[in-house]
Each structure stands twice: as structure tokens, then as C-alpha cells.
């Protein structure tokens, strides 16, 4: 295990591939992650994996420094980073890659076998700035609740662009955090990710990736969809709560509500009250018509004014 001094984004002519695994304080999670990331079909070029221990205190950093869950002849790398926030630990990764590419994953996330040859495959052919796969969830502690309907399953990191490689050029076809690549050179153009978005410990707020993305689309960045790279999610027991939604979209209001008023006054805009109001009846319409079961997107929207409306007031 080393601890390398940041290398500035220079690629390592023996090292094609980085793949980025940040963690924090999942340590039972990580475990799965490993014995997983174990299965990989191996590229055709040399890769390593790096590993962003993201001050952790759980015992992360004694299994980490263990050699009985690396695979034989991969380089691995364990870097510690005490500034937390999955945007720092993302910007440490690719400050200490040594790969051309940097691919993204998450501790609680499974790839399929071909994931990382699907991405070679996508690269070798086209060379994009950045690229994407399909993000699948896989619900592992405990059946799916009744009220957990298909259009909240993006919320949960689902994503799935179509069966079709291609250019993507839109913002509204963003690529997500647990599945995600780029040229390591390519930040020395955009810039790292935005330090005021991402997870921070418990702290749900998130963001930091469609922001990139989005980011990328505007200054006319190639950016690949490889629908075969796919990556499982693994769903958590305490994800499968309607106040895990609500909490997420009360946090995004109020980051956007902060965000939008800068240096403006406090008292929030007058047309956020009816738009508030609109929300709220339209729940209990929904209530009334199809049952509780129905109504959590609903939910979610007057979470996200009521975030919005104390982001711009207190935040």
C-alpha cells in the first residue's frame, strides 16, 4: 500500500486504466465491492485500481491495508483522503491517477464481469473526453416497497439511456457518479468537481455529477454512452424509506435555494409561494384518487420548494 504525492494529472506509460473507487465509512459494503471488482474480465491494456479512503473511522483503512482481497498482479493503491466529501476524495482520484482514462465507481456497487472491457472497447474505438454506462439497482436488503414505483428508481441511481452506443449531447441525458469515465487530462480543461456538491458523510445532498456533465456539454466535450459498461447497484435497507426521498429532495432545494440567491435579498420570490401551494394540492389530489402508494413523487416536489424556499431564506 502507498500514499503517492499528487502527480498532476500525467498518465504512467505503463497504466491505461485507473479505476477510482472512493469510500467512506461502508466498510461491510466495501467488502462485497472488492470480492466483486475480484470478477472482472481483464482489459487488454494494463489498469490499476485506486482506492480514495475518504476519512473513514469505521475499519476501512485496516481492511484496506490487508493483501488477501487483491487480485494477483494488479497494481493497487490506497491513498487517504481526511478532507471529506465524495467531490474531494473524486478530485484527490484524479490528482493521483496514473491512468490515460479514470473510471468512477461507488462502494456499493457491483460491475458485471465485462464492465471494464466494454469500456475499453468503447475507448479504443472512439477516444471520447468522457463516457457513461447503464447503472442497474439491485435490491439486496429486503424486497421492494410497494410505493417505490419505476420514475423513483433514478433516484436510487437507475439510469439507462437506450440500448444504443453513441454521442451524447444533451443535458437532459446526463451520465452518474457510480458509472462514470473521463480522460484524466481532460480536468486540466474543465476543472475538478465542484467541492460544494456531493455526499458529505450523512449529508444527502448530491448533484456533483450532472453538474459535470453538464459542464462538459457546454464547452462541446465528446461524451460516449456505452450501454454494456454496466454497474449494480446495491440498494441499503435504509434507502427503502419514503423519508430517504423526501430528505434528498428537501437537501437539493435548499442547496439551489442558496445557489440562486447569491448576494439577493432573503425574502424569497413571490411566485415560489403559489408554486408551493400548486405542489401541496396536488398531493392530496393524488392522495385522494390513487392512495399513499402513489403519491411520494408528489411528496418530493413540495420537499423540494420547502428546501428551496429556507435555502434562499436561511441557507
Known amino acids: 500500500m502507498t500514499n503517492p504525492a499528487t502527480i498532476e494529472n500525467t498518465p504512467h506509460p505503463a497504466i491505461h486504466y485507473t479505476v477510482a473507487l472512493c469510500t467512506h465509512n461502508h466498510l461491510e459494503r466495501l467488502k462485497r465491492t472488492l470480492t466483486d471488482l475480484g470478477k472482472l474480465e481483464p482489459p487488454r491494456e494494463p489498469w490499476e485500481l485506486l482506492i480514495i479512503d475518504n476519512a473513514s473511522s469505521d475499519g476501512t483503512a485496516e481492511l484496506l491495508s490487508a493483501t488477501d482481497w487483491q487480485a494477483a498482479g494488479l497494481p493497487v493503491r490506497v491513498v487517504k483522503e481526511e478532507k471529506l466529501g465524495l467531490s474531494n476524495a473524486r478530485n484527490r482520484a484524479i490528482d493521483e491517477a496514473r ?107 448530491g448533484g456533483e455529477d450532472t453538474e459535470i456533465y453538464r459542464r462538459m456539454i457546454e464547452l462541446g466535450c465528446d461524451v460516449r454512452w456505452v450501454p454494456n459498461a454496466v454497474i449494480y447497484h446495491r440498494i441499503q435497507a435504509n434507502k427503502l424509506r419514503r423519508g430517504y426521498f423526501i430528505d434528498l429532495h428537501y437537501r437539493q432545494g435548499r442547496m439551489e435555494g442558496m445557489r440562486k440567491r447569491g448576494g439577493k435579498s432573503r425574502i424569497p420570490p413571490a411566485y415560489l409561494i403559489p408554486q408551493l401551494g400548486r405542489a401541496i394540492h396536488t398531493t392530496i389530489q393524488q392522495w385522494r384518487t390513487g392512495g399513499r402508494d402513489t403519491t411520494l413523487r408528489k411528496e418530493m416536489n413540495v420537499a423540494y420548494f420547502l428546501g428551496y424556499l429556507s435555502g434562499w431564506a436561511f441557507g
Open 99 to 205: 491512468g490515460e482514462y479514470i473510471l468512477f465507481m461507488d462502494d456499493d456497487e457491483t460491475p458485471a464481469p465485462e464492465w471494464l472491457t466494454s469500456y475499453e472497447h468503447a475507448i479504443q474505438n472512439h477516444r471520447p473526453d468522457a463516457l457513461g454506462g447503464r447503472i442497474e439497482v439491485m435490491f439486496e436488503d429486503g424486497a421492494r416497497p410497494a410505493w417505490l414505483q419505476d420514475e423513483l428508481l433514478g433516484f436510487l441511481g437507475k439510469l439507462d439511456h437506450g440500448p444504443e452506443s453513441r454521442r451524447l449531447t444533451e443535458p437532459g441525458t446526463p451520465i452518474f457518479g457510480g458509472n462514470f469515465a473521463f480522460k484524466t487530462r481532460l480536468f486540466q480543461r474543465i476543472g475538478n468537481f465542484d467541492a460544494g456538491l456531493g455526499r458529505k458523510g450523512t449529508d444527502n445532498t
